[in-house]
C-alpha cells in the first residue's frame, strides 16, 4: 500500500469533507472484514463510474453530460438547489463556458432545470434522466448508494 494518493480531492459543493492518515485506515482495514470489503465494492464502484463518465464525455452531447453531472452531484447534495458557476461547470465537463452556457438554457427551455446566477434548481429529475438517454443510472445510483450508506 502507499501511504499518499496521486490524486488530489476537493469539495464541489457545499458540503464536509474528512481526512486522515494512511496508517490509520490501514489499520481500520486490517482490524475489519466489513471495513474491507465495503472500500472495495466502493472502488469497483468509482472504477466503472470513471469509465463511464469516459465513455459519455467521449460520445455523448453536452446537454447530456450536463444533465448526467447534475444529477450525480443532486444526489450527493440537501434539496434541489444547486450553487455553481457556469465556469465551474465548463471545467468539470471539459467544455467552454459558452457551450455550458447554452446546454444550460436548453435545460431551462425544456422545464428540466430553473437557472439563474450562480445557482441551479433541478424542476424535473424524471426528464432530466430521461435526457441523459441512459448515460445516468443504474451504475451511478450503484455509487451513490454506497457512498450515502
Known amino acids: 500500500g502507499q501511504d499518499r494518493s496521486s490524486n488530489e480531492t476537493y469539495i464541489q459543493v457545499a458540503s464536509k469533507g474528512w481526512s486522515l492518515p ?5 489499520s481500520a482495514i486490517a482490524k475489519s472484514l466489513s471495513l474491507r470489503e465495503s472500500l472495495l465494492r466502493y472502488a469497483h464502484a468509482f472504477l466503472i463510474q470513471s469509465s463511464r463518465t469516459a465513455l459519455i464525455n467521449g460520445h455523448s452531447k453536452i ?9 450525480m452531484v443532486h444526489d450527493r447534495s440537501e434539496g434541489n438547489k444547486i450553487y455553481l458557476t457556469h465556469e465551474f461547470l465548463a471545467t468539470m465537463l471539459g467544455s467552454r463556458r459558452p457551450g455550458v452556457t447554452v446546454a444550460l438554457q436548453m435545460l431551462e427551455y425544456r422545464g ?11 424542476v424535473d429529475r424524471a426528464g432530466m434522466i430521461a435526457l441523459t438517454h441512459g448515460a445516468y443510472g443504474e451504475e451511478e445510483q450503484r455509487y451513490f448508494g454506497l457512498v450515502s450508506s
Open 63 to 71: 446537454e447530456e453530460r450536463l444533465a448526467r453531472w447534475l444529477l
Open 22 to 26: 494512511a496508517e490509520n485506515l490501514r
Open 112 to 122: 428540466l432545470v430553473h437557472a439563474k446566477r450562480g445557482e441551479i434548481t433541478i
